[in-house]
């Protein structure tokens, strides 16, 4: 069957996908920039992918008119700019109006569990889209999850974080909720389950895993299969401000993550008794299980997706080529070269940098940054990396967003994602006489960014020139 796969380039569909296509479906792929989505890392005839923004009417035109089921996965609430609730009404109206046109049977929706009276703005608008979609032509299955585990989802990374760094804990009181947590293979197992089965035309469904327990239950779990003794205090006037700031700081999520995970993390997310599971044969797995499999995933570096390469604001959302082009007028430049002892050495270590291989010199200063990046609402360098040897367009890396991967040329270039007063890029290339080429590129935004360069220029001579020569192996 043709399947529509929206939200491609998110965490859930990225483990989708090969599901479907070993099922031998043709997938369709919507995707807002094709050059954030690889689709030769699939290596399949049966996928394919256009370039559709459901908040642009004007762009749903490239959605075919011969499909049979379209999955509906996507979701606004780590972004950093606008109404996330009034994106995800429009973006569900526009898909709405779009998918009743074509041949389409079913569409299957992924939302949250939304049991209680009181609900978060999240939760809110994950019911509200639920009550757009189910208003179509089309059957609609919906599938309710709560906290999912996985390796790469941001769950498991707040708790990794969280446990991992903080030997005692001076928590809010929101970790007395209780929740439902689900590992992240269940889902898959759900949400491709579902796939044509009339028995779930029309019909919700919750979807957890087999234990049900407070946050603060989860955390000292998650601290025993890792085999650490964490002590955890409940902080019973602590305000969901300052809520937010402690996942900030702590975490890698964003802060306004942070504020959306805060007021979701008041409300219980436990299931309703279905017989989903008894329907598609699904045996969920318990919350202990989930934390082993996602650190296998981890440790033998195969971790399929990751929220961190989510966009958290809108900078790029006109698309990577746009800042592909480095520009070249009324910019400032770091630009160095240095001939390369074995080429082949030396573009593993480009292919390799940040993340836990840091930065090859200086890496204090670049901690350093990261902090200061944090400290005025950015990204700082906590994302990481999904993979420590292979790297895509479209990609987070660190406080960077990788632009181009491209190991034929052998060239890498990032765009900062830092707060900055101004533009930064940072390009590695090796040419064709093994000489490496290092520029860092920045376009200042007024006054201010102007200061900005020259009061980092010290700083940029001393790590840039480390850094070449370690790349280039001198």
Not at 55 to 66: A, F, G, R, S, V
Not at 124 to 131: G, L
Not at 376 to 398: C, H, M, S, W
């Amino acid at each position: 069957m043709k399947i529509l796969l929206t939200g491609a380039t998110g965490y859930i569909a990225q483990r989708l996908l090969p599901v479907l296509l070993n099922s031998g479906h043709d997938v369709v792929c919507c995707v807002r920039d094709k050059k954030r989505f690889d689709s030769n890392k699939y290596n399949s005839p049966l996928l394919s992918a256009i370039e559709v923004d459901f908040l642009k009417t004007e762009t749903l035109h490239n959605i075919p008119n011969d499909i049979d089921v379209a999955y509906y996965l996507i979701h606004s609430m780590s972004t950093s700019t606008g109404d996330f609730e009034k994106m995800e009404e429009i973006s569900a109206i526009n898909f709405k109006d779009c998918i009743q046109q074509t041949k389409a049977r079913q569409v299957i929706y992924l939302s949250g569990i939304v049991n209680e009276k009181i609900l978060s703005k999240h939760l809110t608008s994950r019911k509200n889209v639920e009550r757009i979609l189910g208003s179509g032509s089309y059957s609609l299955t919906t599938i309710r999850a709560g906290i999912i585990i996985g390796s790469g989802s941001a769950s498991f990374e707040i708790i990794r974080d969280l446990v991992e760094k903080l030997p005692v804990m001076i928590a809010p009181r929101w970790l007395d909720t209780k929740s439902q947590p689900i590992a992240v293979r269940n889902v898959i197992e759900f949400i491709s389950g579902v796939l044509l089965n009339e028995r779930t035309f029309n019909k919700s469904y919750d979807i957890g895993g087999p234990d049900i327990m407070t946050y603060k239950q989860m955390l000292l779990r998650f601290a025993k299969v890792r085999g650490l003794k964490r002590w955890i205090g409940i902080v019973p006037v602590m305000t969901p401000k300052l809520s937010s700031y402690w996942l900030y700081f702590i975490t890698s999520t964003s802060y306004s993550l942070a504020q959306n995970l805060v007021d979701s993390m008041k409300v219980e997310v436990i299931c309703k008794e279905n017989n989903l599971k008894e329907i598609l044969g699904v045996l969920p797995v318990s919350y202990e299980v989930a934390i082993r499999e996602a650190f296998e995933k981890i440790e033998l570096n195969q971790v399929p997706s990751s929220w961190k390469d989510a966009l958290t604001s809108t900078t790029l959302n006109d698309g990577i080529s746009k800042y592909a082009q480095v520009p070249v007028n009324g910019c400032f430049f770091d630009h160095r070269k240095l001939s390369v002892s074995n080429s082949e050495e030396s573009l593993k270590k480009i292919w390799s940098i940040g993340g836990k291989n840091g930065w090859y010199y200086a890496d204090w200063l670049w901690t350093i940054r990261g902090f200061i990046d944090k400290l005025f609402g950015g990204v700082g360098l906590r994302r990481g990396r999904k993979n420590q040897t292979e790297i895509y367009p479209g990609e987070a890396l660190d406080f960077w967003r990788v632009l181009i991967a491209d190991k034929t040329e052998k060239r890498l270039l990032l765009f900062a994602e830092m707060k900055l007063p101004g533009e930064a890029w940072l390009e590695f290339r090796i040419d064709n006489q093994n000489v490496l080429q290092q520029t860092a590129t920045f376009r200042p935004l007024g006054l201010w960014g102007r200061l900005y360069w020259y009061s980092v220029l010290p700083f940029h001579g001393l790590i840039f020139r480390g850094m070449i020569r370690n790349l280039a192996n001198k």
